[in-house]
């Protein structure tokens, strides 16, 4: 049976599924900054008055959520493409090649054919430069989680600020806070 956490107000947790645990160590303190940047969200909904900036704040909490949701799922896939980097054995594919190039190294000292030998060094080559690139992309993805869990923590106390500002003004700004949750998904999904 599954429990769902609640909220001080008594309404179901729309993120209690998300478990931090389900993200590797290396990207779990992003996922575990997004679940924060949302009950900060929350907390700061919660404390605005009632009134058009409020209502604003609230139709935004969705997007909020969606935006944490899309952070875990980021991370995940980090996480997998990590896992395909493991599961490749670099370091064995190196000393592999490292081996290959020696024996072609001695083999044409010797004057021998190196057919053989240079088919499966170029092959070795072509496994690392693979290797590379996963390497490469699991760097770019785990930096750009990064900035973008950054950017939520942006979003959330850029909504603050709007929450306590002079209320006429803060109707205006919850626009910009809005487009930034609006580019933040978007990264996101580029991302994937």
């Known amino acids: 049976m599954v429990f769902r956490r609640r909220d001080r107000d008594g309404t179901q947790d729309p ?29 700061i909904v919660g404390r605005t ?29 980090t996480d997998r493409k ?12 190196t000393r592999r090649l490292k081996a290959a190039r020696g024996a ?18 170029e092959s070795l080559d072509r496994q690392l430069a693979s290797v590379h690139a996963i ?3 699991v760097e ?4 750009e989680l990064h900035r973008l869990q950054l950017r939520l923590g942006e979003v959330v106390a850029s909504a603050g600020a709007v929450a306590v500002d002079v209320p006429d003004r803060a109707v205006d700004r ?14 996101l999904i580029d991302l994937s």
């Open 15 to 43: 993120l209690a599924d998300l478990d931090p645990g389900s993200v590797g160590p290396e990207r779990r303190g992003d996922a575990l900054a997004a679940l924060d940047a949302a009950r900060r969200y929350d907390a």
């Open 135 to 137: 390497w490469d992309a």
């Open 140 to 143: 770019r993805s785990a930096d």
């Open 174 to 187: 919850i626009g910009d806070v809005a487009d930034e949750l609006h580019a933040l998904r978007l990264a």
């Open 49 to 77: 008055p009632d009134g058009p900036v409020r209502d604003r704040l609230e139709t935004l909490r969705g997007e909020v959520h969606a935006a944490v949701r899309a952070v875990f799922d980021a991370a995940q896939r």
């Open 104 to 121: 072609l190294a001695r083999a044409e000292d010797d004057g021998r054919d190196t057919s053989d030998l240079r088919a499966a060094a």
């Open 82 to 93: 990590a896992a395909t980097l493991g599961d490749l054995g670099p370091d064995e594919i």
